[in-house]
């Protein structure tokens, strides 16, 4: 019989050896949340729970000498039955474990940092020739927790990392509770009445948007080709990587995400969108946030917002392309060549 709490055992052990190697990577700020959210959900804390900043200290220096320890080592095998699969073999895996209910997950993340997890199934479906896996209550998982990940045909939906980037989003805004779309957002949701029901409400609407969005990677895959995974490799852990990263998410965005947003018509999913455009999304994307604002000032004047997706699809695949192009010309070089190569890029043009 599968020994699931060994197999939860080596799946943990493979994360703990991932973060070891990769923690660095992140800023500090960035990496006192993100252990600040693991140390949460080792201890199964709600998300609302006030942490104890002196215990927290301590796990965080126990958990920092256990990477130290493990710093030399390399992945385990996961055993299952009479065999043990090497990390990365996850349609595999999952083919032995799927039928007892279990999801396992092992790929490369941002930073080009391994990401492992293992969960209960919580739903699995298909749509337009792929699979969908949706994961709840994780057994094991690293620093990094995405909230979805695409493995070829494979979706992987992780509705604790959905609900707990919300959770995260809401906070943000608890701060200063500034009246912008994100008080208009959580009105809706009516979170000031009853938060967790509201969270539970987002989380789902958030997740048919994220698997559109994975759905729409998978049609960018198609579009750019093995090079474009080479490529992120070749820039891991530069301004070029995440400008990548950007550029491919409103590819797949104005490909699948957008239009089937707007065809859903439901102000909280579009808001809960906004919401989200952040960072590097935000700034590449100067058009799509100014042809939200008619629509923000009216639900019914959709046409600055169609119009834009529309062009962003041909803008977006061009800018893809020529980021291809700057890796072709010169690998080694490609993360300076990139970063050179956007600055010279109009990304307000689209919608004039």
Same mark, same amino acid.
């Given at each position: 019989?599968?020994?699931?709490?060994?197999?939860?055992?080596?799946?943990?052990?493979?994360?703990?050896?991932?973060?070891?190697?990769?923690?660095?990577?992140?800023?500090?700020?960035?990496?006192?949340?993100?252990?600040?959210?693991?140390?949460?959900?080792?201890?199964?804390?709600?998300?609302?729970?006030?942490?104890?900043?002196?215990?927290?200290?301590?796990?965080?220096?126990?958990?920092?000498?256990?990477?130290?320890?493990?710093?030399?080592?390399?992945?385990?095998?996961?055993?299952?039955?009479?065999?043990?699969?090497?990390?990365?073999?996850?349609?595999?895996?999952?083919?032995?474990?799927?039928?007892?209910?279990?999801?396992?997950?092992?790929?490369?993340?941002?930073?080009?940092?391994?990401?492992?997890?293992?969960?209960?199934?919580?739903?699995?479906?298909?749509? !337009? %020739?792929?699979?969908?896996?949706?994961?709840?209550?994780?057994? *094991? +998982?690293? =620093? &990094?927790?995405?909230? $979805?990940?695409?493995?070829?045909?494979?979706?992987?939906?992780?509705?604790?990392?959905?609900?707990?980037?919300?959770?995260?989003?809401? !906070? %943000?805004?608890?701060?200063?509770?500034?009246?912008?779309?994100? *008080? +208009?957002? =959580? &009105?809706?949701?009516? $979170?000031?009445?009853?938060?967790?029901?509201?969270?539970?409400?987002?989380?789902?609407?958030?997740?048919?948007?994220?698997?559109?969005? !994975?759905?729409?990677?998978?049609?960018?895959?198609?579009?750019?080709?093995?090079?474009?995974?080479?490529?992120?490799? $070749?820039?891991?852990?530069?301004?070029?990587?995440?400008?990548?990263?950007?550029?491919?998410?409103?590819?797949?965005?104005?490909?699948?995400?957008?239009?089937?947003?707007?065809?859903?018509?439901?102000?909280?999913?579009?808001?809960?969108?906004?919401?989200?455009?952040?960072?590097?999304?935000?700034?590449?994307?100067?058009?799509?946030?100014?042809?939200?604002?008619?629509?923000?000032?009216?639900?019914?004047?959709?046409?600055?917002?169609?119009?834009?997706?529309?062009?962003?699809?041909?803008?977006?695949?061009?800018?893809?392309?020529?980021?291809?192009?700057?890796?072709?010309?010169?690998?080694?070089?490609?993360?300076?060549?990139?970063?050179?190569?956007?600055?010279?890029?109009?990304?307000?043009?689209?919608?004039?």
């Amino acid at each position: 019989m599968l020994d699931l709490q060994k197999l939860y055992e080596s799946v943990q052990k493979n994360c703990h050896i991932s973060d070891g190697l990769h923690a660095q990577d992140y800023g500090l700020c960035t990496y006192l949340l993100k252990m600040r959210e693991l140390y949460r959900w080792e201890k199964g804390l709600p998300l609302t729970a006030q942490l104890p900043k002196e215990e927290v200290g301590n796990w965080l220096s126990a958990r920092e000498q256990l990477w130290d320890e493990l710093v030399d080592n390399s992945f385990e095998c996961l055993p299952i039955d009479e065999e043990c699969y090497d990390p990365f073999e996850t349609a595999a895996i999952n083919q032995a474990l799927l039928p007892q209910g279990i999801v396992y997950g092992g790929g490369i993340g941002q930073f080009c940092k391994p990401s492992f997890f293992i969960g209960r199934l919580y739903q699995q479906k298909w749509r !337009e %020739g792929l699979e969908i896996l949706m994961v709840a209550d994780e057994y *094991a +998982r690293d =620093l &990094s927790a995405p909230p $979805a990940m695409t493995l070829g045909t494979t979706i992987f939906i992780r509705r604790e990392s959905v609900r707990r980037t919300l959770w995260e989003r809401i !906070e %943000g805004w608890n701060w200063k509770k500034p009246e912008n779309h994100f *008080a +208009r957002l =959580l &009105s809706i949701y009516n $979170a000031h009445q009853d938060i967790e029901t509201a969270l539970d409400k987002m989380t789902e609407d958030e997740i048919e948007t994220v698997i559109h969005h !994975e759905i729409g990677e998978v049609q960018a895959g198609r579009l750019l080709g093995n090079n474009w995974e080479k490529m992120l490799m $070749a820039i891991a852990g530069s301004k070029a990587e995440l400008i990548a990263r950007a550029v491919r998410d409103h590819l797949a965005d104005c490909l699948v995400t957008l239009p089937k947003l707007l065809e859903r018509r439901q102000p909280a999913a579009l808001l809960l969108y906004l919401a989200n455009l952040t960072g590097m999304r935000h700034a590449l994307f100067p058009a799509l946030v100014e042809a939200y604002q008619p629509w923000l000032a009216d639900e019914n004047h959709l046409e600055a917002l169609t119009e834009t997706v529309k062009k962003g699809q041909t803008h977006w695949l061009n800018t893809a392309q020529t980021l291809l192009a700057c890796y072709a010309e010169n690998p080694a070089d490609s993360a300076t060549l990139i970063a050179k190569q956007m600055e010279t890029i109009p990304l307000g043009s689209m919608i004039k």
